[in-house]
């Protein structure tokens, strides 16, 4: 049985995880869970799976590290949001402790770093975001030096087929109606403008080792196939399955093993797949995460800090939804030419990009 440490427990990948060990308490047990503020939520988790050890958000990195000294955990998942979640995953990987991984800005942010310090340790870092989770099983089943190229999935979000004229009226309650997956504020937005898909491709690029010319994105509306993977022979592999983050989370949980789950199998009869290219000059966040991605230094660092201002001044109505893009572009502008050697140098630029971000709102 694996005890695992879930931070970010009232999330919705949090909320997902703990579904899974709900239903298979005879390979999982919860060691403990943090939460960001929702306290009461917190206590109702650690009643319910008879967790003595949890926290919230203010108890900072001491506590996560207090709360690993204690609960001894096999497996952390990760699954803070944005770039709160950097420090967390650095001391689950302190500690030698796998690290299922779905704060995808520890990888964009800090990957040199990240990596770095997993292989000193000989630790696992399992992505649990379902695009590099199947990408992770597809290289696995391929093999990494088979491997022409890498497709990774778009829904294309609420605004998939909206004019540049309608975008500049949409509300916040319009681009948090995500046509299929079910996920928390910032990362549905995200997905509205790109960016998600934008990040996604940069930690691609980190997870895998693999040129920015060698990673693609296809909008896909139906959100079934997560990813795909060309061959030098040119054949496509691909997985499959429901939209449901209890796939991927699955699949960290039980790695390296491959077992049953109690999850629905996919049929393909019940459904029909589409796939469009991508519309970068409606959604230009896609596009400069490319740029970012290509460029040495601290450039992927900024291009999330500004989406992250953006993003919030967007949801307290301080600026419109084509605005997100622009106060991105004109961050990434500014010389971020430095490459941090350091988790403070990372933290430094981060905080310079929010500085120029909150001056561009």
């Not at 427990?9 to 999982?28: A, C, H, Q, V, W």
């Not at 949801?315 to 010389?335: H, P, Q, R």
């Amino acid at each position: 049985m694996k005890k695992v440490l879930v931070l970010g427990s009232t999330g919705s990948i949090g909320t997902s995880t703990l579904d899974i060990i709900r239903n298979m308490p005879e390979d999982f047990k919860v060691a403990g869970i943090t939460a960001n503020s929702n306290k009461a939520k917190l206590n109702t988790l650690a009643s319910e799976f008879n967790c003595p050890f949890s926290l919230t958000s203010e108890e900072g990195t001491d506590g996560i590290q207090r709360l690993i000294d204690e609960t001894k955990p096999d497996i952390v998942v990760n699954g803070i949001a944005g770039s709160a979640g950097l420090l967390p995953s650095k001391i689950v990987l302190d500690n030698k402790i796998s690290l299922a991984l779905a704060n995808k800005e520890t990888v964009v942010m800090a990957w040199p770093l990240i990596k770095s310090l997993a292989n000193r340790n000989s630790t696992n870092i399992i992505p649990v975001d379902s695009e590099h989770s199947a990408i992770f099983c597809l290289i696995n089943q391929c093999k990494k030096n088979n491997i022409d190229e890498i497709i990774i999935t778009a829904s294309g979000g609420p605004f998939r087929n909206y004019s540049k004229e309608q975008l500049q009226s949409v509300t916040l309650q319009d681009a948090l109606k995500h046509p299929t997956w079910n996920m928390g504020q910032k990362i549905t937005i995200d997905s509205a403008t790109l960016a998600n898909k934008g990040l996604e491709v940069i930690e691609a690029t980190r997870l895998f080792d693999i040129d920015t010319h060698h990673v693609k994105v296809v909008v896909h509306p139906q959100s079934l196939v997560h990813s795909l993977v060309r061959t030098n022979d040119g054949m496509l592999y691909a997985q499959i399955s429901d939209p449901d983050m209890k796939h991927p989370i699955f699949q960290s949980l039980v790695f390296p093993e491959n077992k049953k789950n109690y999850l629905k199998p996919f049929n393909l009869f019940d459904h029909e797949m589409n796939f469009y290219k991508p519309r970068i000059d409606d959604f230009p966040m896609l596009k400069y995460a490319y740029d970012a991605a290509q460029k040495n230094g601290g450039y992927t660092i900024a291009f999330n800090a500004a989406n992250e201002i953006a993003v919030d001044a967007f949801v307290k109505s301080k600026i419109n939804f084509l605005d997100i893009s622009k106060v991105t572009e004109k961050v990434l502008s500014k010389d971020f030419t430095l490459t941090p050697n350091d988790f403070n140098d990372v933290f430094e630029i981060d905080n310079m990009a929010r500085s120029y971000a909150k001056e561009f709102l």
